[in-house]
């Protein structure tokens, strides 16, 4: 079965740093591209990171500098580490594969269950 799992979430003050985790089952990360995304309430889902088969990293405007992703092959997870958190980056956090092909941007219909950060003093 093909999963993704997102976890590594939290509360995090202004300033702070948080790494979450996207662990695979059913196939292997690194024969496709990951995408890593976030929503908030009220607001459509945005794109905030990706990784290509080549390890090649694309960022939304909004992290880049602070934030940065990562694939470890052998434990089949890819990270995004996540620095100098602002308020505005409090969203649900996703990671998904591409519908279609396997190369970044992802463009994704398929969500798991997302892990929450929250920044706030």
């Known amino acids: 079965q093909v999963q993704l799992v997102e976890s590594g979430g939290g509360l995090v003050q202004p300033g702070g740093s948080l790494t979450l985790s996207c662990a695979a089952s059913?196939?292997?990360?690194?024969?496709?591209?990951i995408g890593w995304f976030r929503q908030v309430p009220g607001k459509e889902r945005e794109g905030v990171s990706c990784?290509?088969?080549?390890?090649?990293?694309y960022y939304t405007d909004s992290v880049k500098g602070r934030f940065t992703t990562s694939r470890d092959n052998a434990r089949n997870t890819v990270y995004l580490q996540m620095d100098s958190l602002k308020p505005e980056d409090t969203a649900v956090y996703y990671c998904?594969?591409?519908?279609?092909?396997?190369?970044?941007?992802?463009?994704?219909?398929?969500w798991g269950q997302g892990t929450q950060v929250t920044v706030s003093s």
């Open positions: 998904a594969t591409p519908k279609y092909g396997s190369s970044c941007p992802v463009r994704s219909d398929s």
């Open positions: 059913g196939f292997r990360l690194v024969d496709t591209a």
């Open positions: 990784i290509n088969k080549v390890g090649r990293t």
